[in-house]
């Protein structure tokens, strides 16, 4: 009987060991399935860290690129308003010698057209400026060009020069054009001298001699820093720089 019930402890006793034996096992492998998930959730954070410090540059760099994009824009505008100098431009900045044109024109297209023969100063001068506002260049060179030996002590001589340095422009005579804005630009009398020395920066530009396009642009402030010329010296200047 005794030895029975030491055998029945002996297999209880076993019993108990396999089972705290098996307990440990499952704790380990949970534990290590644990540990493994922690990593693979630090792999996948880390890759998703990665993307997204990847994405961060892309734009960076894009808005880098556009911000080069719209100085180089900027600088195109200022070089296309100095090359985009034309008569147009220059008759509003002379209205003020100017403002009955438009009524003196009239009396001329209204009354029989006269020969350049007959005409007195000042139908000869407004009808060369008439020409150039129509894009007649060729004409309005030639109408110059006789008013200036017919009426060469007139107080418009200088003013009718820098018309015709303006046609000269606009047929792409830049030599003739040059000699023309610069005639007017050195005469200490000529009112419109600013006009004429934008002139010659728009002819320097138009043949690509940028750094004397430039000279003449920091002439017209130091020289005339209160005259219309002056404001579209500044913004060429700007926009260049």
């Known amino acids: 009987m005794r030895k ?3 055998s029945v402890c002996l297999m209880a006793s076993a019993g ?3 089972a ?15 540990t493994a998930k922690v990593k693979q959730l630090q792999a996948d954070n880390q890759q998703r860290l990665q993307m997204l410090e990847a994405g961060n540059k892309q734009v960076l760099e894009l808005v880098r690129q556009i ?9 195109l505008r200022g070089l296309v308003e100095v090359l985009q100098f034309n008569q147009e431009e220059a008759a509003k900045r002379q209205k003020d010698l100017y403002i009955d044109l438009d009524n003196r024109l009239r009396t ?4 029989k057209p006269a020969g350049p023969e007959s005409m007195t100063e000042q139908q000869l001068f407004d009808a060369g400026v008439a020409q150039v506002k129509a894009g007649k260049h060729k ?3 030639a109408t110059f060009e006789k008013f200036r030996t017919d009426f060469s002590d007139s107080k418009l001589t200088s003013t009718a020069q820098y018309w015709q340095g303006v046609s000269y422009a606009a047929t792409k005579n830049y030599k003739a054009a040059n000699a023309a804005f610069a005639a ?3 005469n200490p009398e000529a009112s419109n001298a600013p006009d004429a020395l934008l002139g010659l920066a728009s002819v320097a530009a138009a043949s690509g001699d940028k750094k004397t396009s430039r000279k003449y642009l920091v002439e017209i402030l130091e020289r005339f820093p209160q005259s219309g010329a002056a404001e579209t010296a500044k913004k060429a200047l700007t926009a260049v720089n």
């Open 4 to 6: 029975l019930l030491v």
């Open 108 to 111: 001329l297209e209204t009354a």
């Open 139 to 141: 004409e309005a060179i």
């Open 184 to 186: 007017v630009a050195n």
């Open 20 to 34: 705290g034996l098996f307990d440990d096992d499952v704790a380990r492998q949970q534990v290590a399935d644990l």
């Open 67 to 75: 911000d080069r994009q719209k100085e180089e824009i900027a600088q």
């Open 16 to 18: 108990l060991a396999h």
